[in-house]
């Protein structure tokens, strides 16, 4: 069974402070991905990765950034937290033989982050 | 740009009913359709993938059809349980390296 494991299941941080998320996956999976969950909103996609070393940005990055150093491990950085980024955050993993987003993703169980 | 749309956003039935989840999206160059499960602050699992070649796929009591070219698909729950509560959210693939565009969801309460 493919795992996607998040470091926190919660985590209350205060405005301004640097926040690092984790996701590691354990089944090789060439592509990641970071989404945030908000009601009404959907899913909303931040940052993904197709290669180690490799990030582009999804429709919302602004105040975010992603560090993929090695394949199975990608991180989400906000830089100066703001009480707008509060929210459900979900990674997600792919195999990504056939193409970058045409592969079942796996999830992990969320984050759910409160900036106070 | 592709729009992906659930309706209704929620739905309550009584326990063994049949019933049906519809997405519909708007561009039907997809390269495949996904239907998820969302339990209450939980992530999302896998429940159908659908290719765009196909009309239908099934899983158990789960049956997932897709009619690109008017842009809809729908989750078919046969003889549903109060263990099938959750949310379910339909995700369209575009191919390529473009992003996966999701929809909003739709809350299910089956009630015993």
């Known amino acids: 069974d493919v795992k996607v494991t998040q470091s926190s299941r919660y985590l209350v941080k205060r405005t301004g402070e640097k926040v690092f998320l984790e996701c590691v996956q354990d089944m090789d999976h060439e592509n990641m991905f970071w989404y945030r969950q908000d009601p009404g909103l959907g899913l909303r996609l931040i940052y993904f990765s197709y290669d180690v070393k490799m990030k582009e940005k999804g429709d919302i990055p602004e105040g975010y950034s992603v560090s993929r150093e090695k394949k199975e491990r990608f991180s989400l950085i906000l830089e100066s937290a703001s009480t707008n980024q509060t929210s459900m955050y979900l990674c997600?993993?792919?195999?990504?033989?056939?193409?970058?987003?045409?592969?079942?993703?796996?999830f992990g169980p969320g984050t759910r982050l409160t900036v106070l | 740009k592709q729009e992906v749309t659930q309706i209704p956003a929620a739905l309550s039935v009584p326990e063994g009913e049949n019933l049906v989840l519809n997405c519909s999206f708007t561009d039907s160059a997809i390269y495949n359709l996904q239907w998820f499960r969302q339990d209450p602050g939980k992530g999302l699992t896998s429940l159908l993938l659908i290719q765009s070649s196909q009309r239908e796929q099934t899983s158990g009591r789960l049956n997932a059809s897709l009619d690109k070219s008017s842009g809809r698909s729908t989750l078919y729950i046969a003889a549903s349980q109060p263990g099938d509560s959750a949310t379910y959210l339909c995700?369209?693939?575009?191919?390529?390296?473009?992003?996966?565009?999701f929809g909003t969801g739709t809350k299910l309460q089956v009630i015993p």
């Open positions: 995700a369209v693939a575009p191919g390529g390296y473009q992003k996966v565009t």
């Open positions: 997600a993993s792919s195999l990504g033989l056939a193409g970058g987003s045409t592969d079942t993703q796996y």
